[in-house]
Nanobody, 124 residues
Framework: QEYLVESGGGLVQAGGSLRLSCAAS????????MGWFRQAPGKEREFVAG????????LYADSVKGRFAITRDNAKDTVYLQLGGLKPEDTAVYSC?????????????????WGQGTQVTVSS
């Protein structure tokens, strides 16, 4: 069975940093495109960042470009999201997702597997 487990969330002050991790099991990680999404209370889930199976292609939402960085380690079956320059509006539950696609999808419906999410709270 396929599992994605996020970790690394927490409470941080505005301007601070966090690194989120998403560990995969039960799937051939190196063959999967990975994405990070977030959902704040009362808002729809939104795309944050995505990375191709090789790591050669990355995409970012405009709201996080230049502040967040997505990377992956196929030897460890893990994808990371480095969050920097955090703002209160970045507060959300962050979830990772996986699917076998050549391109990097930005829509949640295009990802088959999902983790449970990790809470990120940014105080002002």
């Amino acid at each position: 069975q396929e599992y994605l487990v996020e970790s690394g969330g927490g409470l941080v002050q505005a301007g601070g940093s966090l690194r989120l991790s998403c560990a995969a099991s039960g799937l051939t990680f190196r063959m999967y495109t990975m994405g990070w999404f977030r959902q704040a209370p009362g808002k729809e889930r939104e795309f944050v960042a995505g990375i191709s199976w090789s790591g050669g292609t990355t995409l970012y939402a405009d709201s996080v470009k230049g502040r967040f960085a997505i990377t992956r380690d196929n030897a460890k079956d893990t994808v990371y999201l480095q969050l920097g320059g955090l703002k209160p509006e970045d507060t959300a539950v962050y979830s990772c997702a996986a699917d076998r696609k050549e391109q990097v999808p930005t829509k949640a419906i295009d990802y088959r597997y999902w983790g449970q999410g990790t809470q990120v709270t940014v105080s002002s």
